[in-house]
């Protein structure tokens, strides 16, 4: 994937997707291809540091980091996802970008603990569905985390969230996580 880095890279569903399956390189890789008339290895044209950024919130982002993140182990691997329909992107969308990175996802909530911790995906528009899985005993005893998609920046303590080590996105200020304690 190409992107140019400055002043900022859009955080688009591409780009989630390519952090989990290929090298994202600055334009000047693709100059240097063309100049040598062959593709030419990416090592001196892969992203580094840069500011990722959605909806006018900008976040310092190290693509190096990611890619080494992403080459140790799928960044999702062992974690499910119930994506509710109100999700933005869409459920389609956030399904492509899990399962690249290495997550499943189940298309209705089950009604016995899963094997593996369940995370919910999901808006404030969802509130019965939520209430309906943070009353589930199952749920509680297996401390599922649950997720709320914002759809403004994200206040202090959101922020404050998305840094805490029970985050499936730690770097992500658009996702906040938080343990359901029901």
Do not use: H, N
């Amino acid at each position: 994937m190409v992107v140019e880095p400055s002043p900022s890279v859009s955080r688009t569903i591409k780009l989630l997707v390519a952090v989990s399956v290929c090298d994202i390189v600055t334009p000047e890789w693709v100059d240097a291809c063309r100049a040598a008339d062959q593709f030419v290895p990416v090592d001196a044209y892969l992203l580094g540091e840069c500011t990722v950024s959605s909806k006018g919130v900008k976040v310092p982002w190290d693509a190096a980091k990611a890619r080494t993140r992403a080459a140790a182990a799928p960044c999702l691997r062992g974690r499910t996802f119930y994506i509710t329909k109100t999700t933005s992107p869409d459920a389609d969308k956030l399904k492509i970008i899990i399962e690249k990175a290495g997550g499943a996802t189940v298309e209705t909530l089950p009604t016995t603990a899963p094997r593996s911790p369940l995370v919910v995906v999901c808006t404030d528009r969802d509130r019965r569905e939520l209430q309906r899985l943070q009353a589930c005993a199952a749920f509680r005893r297996e401390r599922s985390a649950v997720c709320r998609t914002l759809t403004r920046p994200p206040s202090p303590r959101l922020r404050e969230c998305a840094t805490s080590r029970s985050c499936v996105t730690p770097s992500c200020s658009r996702i906040c996580c938080s343990k359901s304690t029901a």
